[in-house]
């Protein structure tokens, strides 16, 4: 289904839930809940378990999401490993909070399905990079050291591709990489996941460019992060997250240039002010955006940090007057 959809139209990802999550201004009792009352650390700025603690809250977004004209909206488990977890002493929360938070997106995506279903709403499984690095060291006296290693990235994974996979959701969206060695041990568990299971669902990749240097973190160029994933069956490979459009529209030209995977990006809404704040307006991104849909660099757009359902809103409606990029071969899709 989504297959096709992109060779008609350009689909709509959702915008930042983190967001959309800080305005609502949670107490460190609520993300609590009842259930964590007696937890022994602090658990406020713990998004990701809002799927359990504050499940209406977290609909209430993705509904918002979707009736601003998103077609994909994205699980609320960007930080949902065992290693992310690690900070909260929820490791073993993991399968859980995936599940949880697939299974409330898909209950939303279906009932605005169901209003109106010649518009099918789509829900992805969010793969965050996790909060450490296996190509470099956090130590700059200690360079061969790292803080995790291959194998644990690949269990932390299989457990959060389990889990959102048997909650339901329609695709998976490995995003934010800024190490692709985190993002292989990711992909290798999606498809030993696939393998067990006997079954595929249809996979993106999403980078992020750290500065104007053009390169990942882990200094890769835009054409090395797309050569070094591209013997997996993807269906898109992207970018987002760091900068803004303008910024990134140079090396999403680059990528749309040497792929023939489907292409996305969800950028920020423009670059973070002095208080770590952003201030790019739903119209002036959404002219920013128009800049990539013109020149028909794009199959899925959508927001990253600091974008909410207005800059969806805008942008869906720029998307649906222009044509998505044509690819000649889908070589592994």
């Known amino acids: 289904m989504i297959e096709k959809l992109l060779k008609e139209r350009?689909?709509?990802l959702d915008g930042a839930m983190g967001t959309m999550i800080q305005k609502l201004e949670f107490s460190e009792e609520q993300f609590r809940g009842d259930r964590?009352?007696?937890h022994p650390c602090p658990l406020g700025g713990n998004n990701d378990l809002l799927s359990i603690t504050q499940a209406d809250a977290i609909k209430n977004i993705h509904e918002q999401y979707l009736l601003a004209g998103a077609d994909i909206i994205e699980t609320n488990t960007f930080s949902s490993t065992s290693i992310a977890m690690a900070d909260y002493q929820l490791e073993d929360l993991a399968y859980e909070l995936n599940y949880e938070s697939a299974r409330i997106a898909k209950e939303v995506a279906d009932k605005i399905t169901l209003q109106n279903p010649s518009k099918p709403r789509f829900v992805a499984g969010s793969i965050g990079p996790t909060n450490k690095t296996a190509s470099m060291s956090p130590d700059v006296n200690d360079p061969g050291f790292r803080a995790v290693n291959y194998d644990d990235l690949f269990e932390a994974y299989r457990v959060?591709?389990?889990?959102?996979?048997?909650?339901?959701?329609?695709?998976?969206?490995?995003?934010?990489?800024?190490?692709?060695?985190?993002?292989?041990?990711?992909?290798?568990?999606?498809?030993?996941y696939f393998d067990e299971k006997k079954l595929n669902l249809p996979?993106?990749?999403?980078?992020?460019?750290?500065?104007?240097?053009?390169?990942?973190?882990?200094?890769?160029?835009?054409?090395?992060?797309?050569?070094s994933i591209s013997h997996i069956p993807l269906i898109s490979i992207g970018f987002n997250c760091a900068l803004g459009a303008d910024q990134l529209l140079p090396y999403i030209k680059r990528l749309a240039g040497?792929?023939?995977?489907?292409?996305?990006?969800?950028?920020?809404?423009?670059?973070?002010n002095a208080f770590g704040e952003y201030d790019q307006s739903p119209q002036e991104m959404a002219a920013l955006i128009e800049k990539f849909l013109n020149q028909n660099l794009v199959n899925i757009v959508?927001?990253?940090c600091g974008t909410t359902p207005d800059?969806?809103?805008l942008i869906a409606e720029a998307a649906a007057k222009?044509?998505?990029r044509k690819i000649e071969t889908q070589t592994h899709a």
């Open 36 to 38: 964590f009352l007696d």
């Open 160 to 192: 959060q591709v389990a889990g959102l996979v048997e909650g339901g959701v329609d695709l998976l969206l490995v995003e934010t990489v800024f190490d692709t060695l985190n993002a292989k041990a990711a992909l290798y568990a999606i498809q030993h």
């Open 311 to 313: 800059h969806i809103q």
């Open 203 to 227: 996979v993106m990749v999403s980078g992020t460019i750290t500065d104007n240097s053009g390169r990942t973190l882990s200094g890769q160029t835009v054409e090395a992060f797309a050569i």
């Open 322 to 324: 222009t044509k998505p």
């Open 10 to 12: 350009i689909l709509v």
């Open 258 to 272: 040497i792929t023939s995977f489907y292409t996305s990006v969800h950028p920020n809404a423009g670059l973070p």
């Open 302 to 304: 959508g927001g990253c």
